[in-house]
């Protein structure tokens, strides 16, 4: 997926589209696609990319929690970390959730 691409602008777009996928319940993705998407939204998380991608992050594996339970306790311990370094845009994506 976005192992090979590095534009800056794309990865933007990659992530929302990756939050569509999921978001739509039309789309059925296999359990392979879904940890694909599951592992990509976290190092996104983690590395140092621009808001935007992060929020549809954020927003993505919350999705993602419904089924996979564990995503939750992961995210909540990366937000918490990372919480007061941020920017306010970012601050807003958890408080929705």
């Not at 359990?31 to 590395?47: A, G």
């Not at 990319?49 to 992961?74: G, P, Y």
Request: include cysteine; glycine fraction near 4%; proline fraction near 2%.
């Amino acid at each position: 997926m976005s192992k090979t691409y590095s534009g800056l602008s794309g990865t933007r777009a990659l992530s929302k589209i990756l939050f569509n996928f999921v978001q739509l319940s039309n789309i059925h993705l296999d359990p392979n696609q879904k940890e694909s998407i599951i592992t990509v939204c976290f190092n996104w998380l983690i590395r140092d990319e621009k808001v935007a991608v992060k929020a549809f992050s954020m927003q993505t594996l919350f999705l993602c929690s419904h089924e996979n339970h564990w995503i939750k306790e992961d995210l909540k311990a990366i937000l918490i970390k990372d919480y007061s370094s941020q920017s306010a845009g970012y601050k807003l994506v958890p408080e929705k959730y």
